[in-house]
T-cell receptor, first 117, second 113 residues
Framework: GAVVSQHPSWVICKSGTSVKIECRSLDFQATTMFWYRQFPKQSLMLMATSNEGSKATYEQGVEKDKFLINHASLTLSTLTVTSAHPEDSSFYIC?????????????FGQGTRLTVV | AQSVAQPEDQVNVAEGNPLTVKCTYSVSGNPYLFWYVQYPNRGLQFLLKYITGDNLVKGSYGFEAEFNKSQTSFHLKKPSALVSDSALYFCAVRDSGNTPLVFGKGTRLSVIA
């Protein structure tokens, strides 16, 4: 079946540094990638939608200069958390739909646990 | 606007008993409904979806869900729970296009041996 590979699965970084999270579609072309953030015991909050070859669309309240999204190819989308701070600590998950339209299933990466110290 | 409600934060079930995880939805058009399961520190895994047709949808790991249009519900069920079913379950909906899924807040299922 379709696989979305997300890396790293966990990362600890110092405050002020930047962290890059990668999501790769392994056996399909992901023209769209959704990036979510999940706080403990809460649901997934959509951060942004990236489309291959164009600028990402950010949800209201998400700082695009802080959360840089790049979707340079049909198999790779990256999220870079710039100048990370402890409040950015969270679980980040990417998701790509297979097929088109409303019936498309979404396949998720394994998630990245980011801890900023 | 689309929305999903999962009224229970936690559901506890004894192993071997039937389980139900509740979900209600609100959409402006036709609903496309999904259930996902999440294990600790993992991404979400697809269980099943309702698109059209038979109101009872069968999915992975013995789970099924019943679509009820009049009650705008899509409850997840399993006839006999396993301890390994213990996880966080999310209901999700979209009503059109290649839009992102809208998720409920999740229900934590604990199956007790």
């Amino acid at each position: 079946g379709a696989v979305v590979s997300q890396h790293p699965s966990w990362v600890i970084c110092k405050s002020g540094t930047s962290v890059k999270i990668e999501c790769r579609s392994l056996d399909f072309q992901a023209t769209t990638m959704f990036w979510y953030r999940q706080f403990p015991k809460q649901s997934l909050m959509l951060m942004a939608t990236s489309n291959e070859g164009s600028k990402a669309t950010y949800e209201q309240g998400v700082e695009k200069d802080k959360f840089l999204i790049n979707h340079a190819s049909l198999t790779l989308s990256t999220l870079t958390v710039t100048s990370a701070h402890p409040e950015d600590s969270s679980f980040y998950i990417c998701s790509a739909p297979i097929g088109g339209g409303a019936i498309a299933e979404a396949f998720f990466g394994q998630g990245t646990r980011l801890t900023v110290v | 606007a689309q929305s999903v409600a999962q009224p229970e934060d936690q559901v506890n079930v004894a192993e071997g008993n039937p389980l139900t995880v509740k979900c209600t939805y609100s959409v402006s058009g036709n609903p496309y409904l999904f259930w996902y399961v999440q294990y600790p520190n993992r991404g979400l895994q697809f269980l099943l979806k309702y698109i059209t047709g038979d109101n009872l949808v069968k999915g992975s790991y013995g789970f099924e869900a019943e679509f009820n249009k009049s009650q705008t519900s899509f409850h997840l069920k399993k006839p006999s729970a396993l301890v390994s079913d213990s996880a966080l379950y999310f209901c999700a909906v979209r009503d059109s296009g290649n839009t992102p899924l809208v998720f409920g807040k999740g229900t934590r299922l604990s199956v007790i041996a």
